[in-house]
Protein backbone atom coordinates (compact mmCIF):
# COMPACT_ATOMS: atom_id res chain seq x y z
CA UNK A 1 0.00 0.00 0.00
CA UNK A 2 1.68 3.33 1.26
CA UNK A 3 4.25 4.09 3.70
CA UNK A 4 2.86 6.21 6.26
CA UNK A 5 5.55 9.03 5.93
CA UNK A 6 5.01 8.72 1.70
CA UNK A 7 2.01 10.85 0.63
CA UNK A 8 0.25 8.61 -1.70
CA UNK A 9 0.62 10.25 -5.07
CA UNK A 10 -2.39 11.10 -7.27
CA UNK A 11 -3.32 10.44 -10.64
CA UNK A 12 -2.27 13.34 -13.06
CA UNK A 13 -4.69 16.13 -13.92
CA UNK A 14 -6.20 15.09 -10.26
CA UNK A 15 -6.27 16.82 -6.84
CA UNK A 16 -7.17 15.23 -3.85
CA UNK A 17 -8.70 17.84 -0.79
CA UNK A 18 -10.05 17.06 2.18
CA UNK A 19 -13.40 18.74 3.56
CA UNK A 20 -11.94 20.24 6.50
CA UNK A 21 -9.58 22.29 4.25
CA UNK A 22 -11.90 24.60 2.68
CA UNK A 23 -13.30 27.48 4.72
CA UNK A 24 -16.26 26.82 6.68
CA UNK A 25 -18.33 29.06 4.17
CA UNK A 26 -18.03 26.97 1.44
CA UNK A 27 -18.61 23.99 3.14
CA UNK A 28 -22.64 23.36 2.82
CA UNK A 29 -21.82 24.37 -1.27
CA UNK A 30 -19.34 21.11 -1.41
CA UNK A 31 -21.58 18.87 0.62
CA UNK A 32 -24.31 20.29 -2.49
CA UNK A 33 -21.89 18.88 -4.59
CA UNK A 34 -21.29 15.75 -3.35
CA UNK A 35 -25.04 15.34 -2.59
CA UNK A 36 -25.96 15.56 -6.15
CA UNK A 37 -23.24 12.56 -7.24
CA UNK A 38 -24.39 10.15 -5.30
CA UNK A 39 -27.84 10.81 -6.43
CA UNK A 40 -26.64 10.00 -9.60
CA UNK A 41 -24.75 6.66 -9.03
CA UNK A 42 -26.22 5.21 -6.02
CA UNK A 43 -29.72 3.66 -5.23
CA UNK A 44 -32.15 6.35 -3.11
CA UNK A 45 -31.64 3.87 -0.46
CA UNK A 46 -27.79 4.53 0.02
CA UNK A 47 -28.12 8.20 0.17
CA UNK A 48 -26.43 10.54 2.91
CA UNK A 49 -27.63 13.68 4.53
CA UNK A 50 -24.37 15.22 4.05
CA UNK A 51 -25.28 18.96 5.59
CA UNK A 52 -25.81 16.53 8.75
CA UNK A 53 -23.79 13.57 8.40
CA UNK A 54 -20.61 16.24 7.68
CA UNK A 55 -21.12 18.16 11.12
CA UNK A 56 -20.45 14.86 13.19
CA UNK A 57 -16.94 15.16 14.70
CA UNK A 58 -15.55 11.91 13.56
CA UNK A 59 -17.16 11.99 10.05
CA UNK A 60 -14.07 12.78 7.22
CA UNK A 61 -14.75 13.60 3.94
CA UNK A 62 -11.98 13.31 1.09
CA UNK A 63 -12.61 14.91 -2.56
CA UNK A 64 -11.16 14.14 -6.06
CA UNK A 65 -11.46 17.51 -8.40
CA UNK A 66 -10.22 17.66 -11.71
CA UNK A 67 -6.78 19.73 -11.21
CA UNK A 68 -6.99 23.71 -10.59
CA UNK A 69 -10.77 23.56 -10.70
CA UNK A 70 -12.38 22.98 -7.32
CA UNK A 71 -15.57 23.03 -9.52
CA UNK A 72 -15.23 20.03 -10.78
CA UNK A 73 -15.96 17.08 -8.31
CA UNK A 74 -14.86 13.63 -9.61
CA UNK A 75 -14.58 11.27 -7.11
CA UNK A 76 -15.46 11.53 -2.69
CA UNK A 77 -14.59 9.20 0.18
CA UNK A 78 -16.89 9.32 3.23
CA UNK A 79 -15.07 7.72 6.22
CA UNK A 80 -15.86 7.36 10.03
CA UNK A 81 -12.81 7.39 12.47
CA UNK A 82 -13.69 5.67 15.81
CA UNK A 83 -9.98 5.55 17.55
CA UNK A 84 -8.60 2.30 16.22
CA UNK A 85 -10.47 1.72 13.77
CA UNK A 86 -12.31 3.31 10.94
CA UNK A 87 -15.08 2.28 8.53
CA UNK A 88 -14.95 3.47 4.59
CA UNK A 89 -18.82 4.43 4.43
CA UNK A 90 -18.93 5.62 0.46
CA UNK A 91 -16.24 5.56 -2.59
CA UNK A 92 -17.88 7.33 -5.83
CA UNK A 93 -16.34 8.17 -8.60
CA UNK A 94 -17.81 9.41 -12.08
CA UNK A 95 -18.34 7.14 -14.55
CA UNK A 96 -15.60 9.32 -17.23
CA UNK A 97 -13.11 9.04 -14.67
CA UNK A 98 -12.91 5.04 -13.70
CA UNK A 99 -10.55 3.22 -14.34
CA UNK A 100 -8.06 6.13 -13.99
CA UNK A 101 -6.67 5.31 -10.32
CA UNK A 102 -8.66 8.18 -8.74
CA UNK A 103 -10.58 5.49 -6.79
CA UNK A 104 -7.34 3.64 -5.20
CA UNK A 105 -5.63 6.98 -4.80
CA UNK A 106 -8.65 7.69 -2.44
CA UNK A 107 -8.47 4.50 -0.97
CA UNK A 108 -4.40 5.26 -0.70
CA UNK A 109 -5.22 8.61 1.14
CA UNK A 110 -7.10 7.31 3.79
CA UNK A 111 -4.82 4.34 4.41
CA UNK A 112 -2.21 7.05 5.01
CA UNK A 113 -4.46 9.77 7.13
CA UNK A 114 -5.70 6.57 9.51
CA UNK A 115 -2.10 4.96 9.42
CA UNK A 116 -0.30 8.55 10.37
CA UNK A 117 -3.29 8.85 13.32
CA UNK A 118 -2.50 5.61 14.64
CA UNK A 119 -5.80 3.69 13.27
CA UNK A 120 -5.18 -0.18 13.03
CA UNK A 121 -7.93 -0.96 10.63
CA UNK A 122 -10.59 0.15 8.13
CA UNK A 123 -13.47 -2.24 7.14
CA UNK A 124 -16.55 -1.64 4.77
CA UNK A 125 -19.35 -3.28 3.59
CA UNK A 126 -19.77 -3.38 -0.38
CA UNK A 127 -22.44 -5.26 -2.43
CA UNK A 128 -21.86 -8.62 -3.44
CA UNK A 129 -22.50 -8.23 -7.13
CA UNK A 130 -20.41 -4.98 -7.59
CA UNK A 131 -17.88 -6.84 -9.26
CA UNK A 132 -15.75 -3.12 -10.11
CA UNK A 133 -15.68 -2.14 -6.60
CA UNK A 134 -14.86 -5.62 -5.22
CA UNK A 135 -11.73 -5.79 -7.47
CA UNK A 136 -10.66 -2.18 -6.14
CA UNK A 137 -10.81 -3.02 -2.70
CA UNK A 138 -9.37 -6.62 -3.34
CA UNK A 139 -6.36 -4.22 -4.91
CA UNK A 140 -5.66 -2.18 -1.96
CA UNK A 141 -5.36 -4.95 0.26
CA UNK A 142 -8.62 -5.35 1.59
CA UNK A 143 -9.92 -9.07 3.14
CA UNK A 144 -13.09 -10.34 3.00
CA UNK A 145 -14.10 -10.97 6.46
CA UNK A 146 -18.00 -11.67 6.76
CA UNK A 147 -20.92 -12.53 4.57
CA UNK A 148 -24.41 -10.94 5.20
CA UNK A 149 -27.60 -12.57 3.08
CA UNK A 150 -30.07 -9.18 2.04
CA UNK A 151 -27.94 -6.85 4.24
CA UNK A 152 -28.90 -4.31 1.44
CA UNK A 153 -32.72 -5.78 0.85
CA UNK A 154 -33.64 -9.05 -0.65
CA UNK A 155 -31.35 -10.59 -2.86
CA UNK A 156 -28.82 -8.01 -2.43
CA UNK A 157 -25.49 -9.51 -0.19
CA UNK A 158 -22.99 -7.68 1.02
CA UNK A 159 -19.20 -8.67 2.19
CA UNK A 160 -17.55 -6.83 5.26
CA UNK A 161 -13.93 -6.40 3.57
CA UNK A 162 -11.32 -4.90 6.40
CA UNK A 163 -7.38 -3.63 5.78
CA UNK A 164 -5.38 -4.11 8.69
CA UNK A 165 -3.50 -0.86 8.73
CA UNK A 166 0.56 -1.25 9.37
CA UNK A 167 0.23 -4.71 7.95
Known amino acids: MV ?3 TRPEVPPGFAIKDFSSFSPKFRPAIADKVAKLEKKIF ?7 YNVE ?3 KNTGLLLVFKEDDDERLVA ?3 YQRMKRLAWLHKLCVVEQER ?3 VGKALIQMLHYQMERGGCQTV ?3 VDESRQPARA ?3 SCGFQQSERRPDYYGPGRTALKLELMIGA
Open 3 to 5: AAN
Open 136 to 138: LYT
Open 99 to 101: QKG
Open 54 to 56: LKK
Open 76 to 78: YLV
Open 123 to 125: FLW
Open 43 to 49: PAIEHFN
